[in-house]
């Protein structure tokens, strides 16, 4: 990345009240990014974007499904950037309410992209989304960005839907606009400052945290799983080069690399047990629970040709640096010390554990 590319550049965030927009937002600030933020309040206590105290230029809080409030807030901000990271991220929650997750991830998705038309300002839109938007077939070899779209629960299916409204608002209308768009897809984040539930690191450290066992609902499960930052690194970077490549108008995956990253969920939960230290536990739960996948893989090879983004980070690394924030939060230190402590050593190609960088 580029420091001064963003040093006073406009940019909107969605989503910045959440786990990876409250990083994003924290991150460009320090690139000297004039950022608005567009998002609900916080769902969690704690709250990582609360703790930080982020010092936007404009921050909105409202619903994707309040057009209006987004085409005020689009219109207050003029970005020339935006990163739409706002959406209903949990596949359980979607089997809860899957009319909302629908409206948030399909129709909150379109609200964004159609508050931008005509907004002379914007010159590149980056749409995040989700490893979960493949036709999940479990197969063994990772998912490439050509793969069919789909998804059979709620969640992963607005997602792969919110990737067919982007490229048809992309192709319609912002294209003739001179706006350049992409999609991301991620896999499994973890990090330091989520407290989101039914995720499983974060339920892994707060039972860890209070003395109690995590249970776990499908400990064979195999995802692809990174620190927050090395996505957030490769939105960062499309967004640099798509203002000078329009070639790069597509999905894209950021994920770990090779076989390093993708690993079962139970594996990663001892592991997580393992850094903790006594008297973390680890059981199996006895409960019913709605189907998830039980494998899913992401080929990030374009992403390393193309963009020349790299993972930095191991997932041993990985895991250590986000026990290692938890540890520090609950011992006084405050938020954005060690976010910013984290972004300086991953920048650097070391990671911090334990007060020390290796």
């Avoid at 990090?191 to 776990?216: I, K, M, T």
């Avoid at 620190?227 to 798509?242: F, K, N, T």
């Avoid at 950021?254 to 008297?279: I, N, T, Y």
């Avoid at 972004?343 to 650097?348: M, N, S, V």
Wanted: net charge negative; glycine share 10%.
């Amino acid at each position: 990345m580029d420091s001064s590319f963003w040093r006073g550049r406009r940019v909107l965030v969605t989503g910045h009240t959440g786990f990876k927009g409250s990083w994003l937002s924290f991150w460009l600030q320090q690139l000297g990014a004039r950022v608005h933020g567009f998002a609900l309040d916080p769902i969690t206590q704690p709250s990582l974007c609360q703790d930080l105290a982020l010092e936007l230029e404009g921050d909105t809080r409202a619903d994707l499904a309040d057009l209006a409030r987004l085409r005020a807030a689009a219109q207050t901000a003029q970005p020339e950037i935006v990163f739409h990271l706002a959406a209903q991220p949990l596949v359980r929650e979607s089997y809860k309410d899957p009319l909302g997750t629908f409206a948030t991830n399909v129709l909150g998705t379109a609200h964004l992209l159609e508050s931008l038309r005509g907004l002379s300002s914007v010159k590149a839109v980056v749409v995040v989304t989700t490893d979960k938007v493949y036709h999940n077939e479990e197969w063994p070899h990772p998912y490439r960005e050509s793969d069919r779209l789909g998804g059979k629960d709620p969640y992963s299916a607005s997602k792969a839907a919110a990737e067919i409204v982007t490229a048809s608002y992309r192709d319609s209308f912002l294209k003739e606009q001179g706006v350049r768009v992409a999609s991301a897809r991620a896999g499994n984040v973890i990090g330091g400052g989520d407290w989101s539930a039914d995720r499983l690191v974060p339920d892994c450290l707060r039972a860890f945290a209070g003395g109690q066992a995590v249970e776990l609902r499908f400990p064979q499960a195999v995802r692809p799983w990174q620190h927050v930052l090395e996505p957030l690194s490769g939105y960062l970077l499309l967004a640099e080069r798509l203002l000078a490549d329009g070639s790069l108008e597509c999905g894209w995956n950021f994920g770990p690399k090779g076989d390093e990253g993708h690993a079962q969920v139970g594996e990663v939960a001892q592991a997580l047990a393992r850094l903790w230290g006594s008297p973390a536990r680890v059981e199996l739960s006895q409960e019913k629970h709605p189907k998830e996948a039980g494998l899913l893989r992401l080929d990030i090879s374009k992403a390393q040709a193309e963009l020349g983004w790299q993972p930095r980070w191991s997932l041993e690394q990985a895991l250590a640096a986000t026990v290692d924030w938890q540890k520090g939060y609950l011992s006084g230190r405050t938020a954005s010390d060690l976010c910013l402590e984290q972004i300086e050593a991953f920048c650097h190609g070391q990671v911090v554990v334990q007060g020390s960088r290796t």
